[in-house]
Every structure is written in C-alpha cells, then in structure tokens.
C-alpha cells in the first residue's frame, strides 16, 4: 500500500478520491454505517485538484460543498481511482460555483443507495439542485469533464463506472 508521499506527484486533477469507514461505536459512526449500509463499500467520493502543488478535494459534506486540503479529508487515508484525464476549465468552473452551497444530509445518501439497489429512475436534476451528496456532485463535476460515470448518485456505483468504464485502479493511500 503506497503512502501519500509516493504518490502526490502523480495525482492528476479529476482524479477521483473515494473513502470507507470503520464502524466506530458512536451516534456519527452509526449514521455512517447506515450510509454504507445503503450506498456499499465506499461511504463518500471527491474530486482531487491539483493547485499550487497542493492537492486539494471538491466535495459535498455536511453542510455544504468545499474545496479543501486532502489532508482535511483524509488524514488517515483513503483510495485514489485515477483516471489521468485532467480537470477541464468548464468541470472546475461548474465545482467552484457550487462551493458553501448546501442541502446535504445523510438521510439523502441513504435515500441515493435504496434508489441504485432499486433501480428507480432518479428525480430530474432541476427538482434537486438544493441536494448535492457527495456522489452527485462528483458525477456532476465530472460529466462536465466529458467522464461518464453512471446513473447513480452512490459512491460505490461512482468507484465501479471508474474502474469498468476508464480501466482505473483503486488504490488504497496511507497517510
């Protein structure tokens, strides 16, 4: 398993950062395990940027969309699924304006995993542009980038469109 430091100067803009959580026996870990629960292995996905020399993520947490350091997301680890395609102007733009904008709950991951198990057609994006879960945003972001990566808004279904769809890897980072 590869540390970040090996790793950093190949992480490419729009490469996609993908988390799972231990059960921890708390009220937060409860929550996060029923998000898994829903949504499968991967409880939560990111856009990793390149800035500076510094790798940043663009995701959708509870309260809002941010782009932050990956250390502030990751700080014991996480997977990199990159897809070596860069990040083009219009997929950044469309991240940056949809940065403090919020309506995220865990309660609409859940809802996001029983709709992929289910195979339900999801509600038009125009009903919906309040929620941006984590996987949504991604996926919105990288439609942008011209990456197609499925119908469903699960973090899971995210990592798997990466891995059938582009060949790439998922590779666990340690910190």
Excluded at 108 to 122: K, P, T, Y
């Amino acid at each position: 398993m590869p540390s970040f430091a090996e790793i950093k100067e190949h992480i490419c803009p729009g490469d996609i950062l993908a988390l799972h959580d231990e059960f921890v026996p708390t009220w937060y870990g409860l929550k996060i395990a029923g998000v898994q629960l829903a949504t499968g292995k991967y409880c939560h996905v990111g856009i990793l940027d390149v800035v500076d020399g510094e790798i940043r993520v663009y995701e959708s947490v509870i309260p809002f969309i941010r782009n932050v350091l990956l250390q502030q997301t990751a700080a014991k680890g996480f997977y990199w699924i990159p897809l070596n395609k860069g990040l083009n102007d219009a997929a950044r733009a469309f991240a940056l304006s949809k940065v403090g904008l919020g309506g995220y709950s865990q309660l609409e991951a859940i809802l996001a995993g029983v709709d992929a198990a289910l195979q339900r057609e999801l509600p038009d994006d125009n009903q919906r542009d309040h929620l941006w879960e984590c996987a949504r945003f991604v996926r919105a972001v990288e439609l942008r980038n011209n990456i197609f990566l499925g119908d469903y808004d699960v973090p899971t279904r995210i990592v798997e469109a990466c891995q059938l769809g582009y060949n790439a890897p998922v590779i666990e980072v340690t910190m």
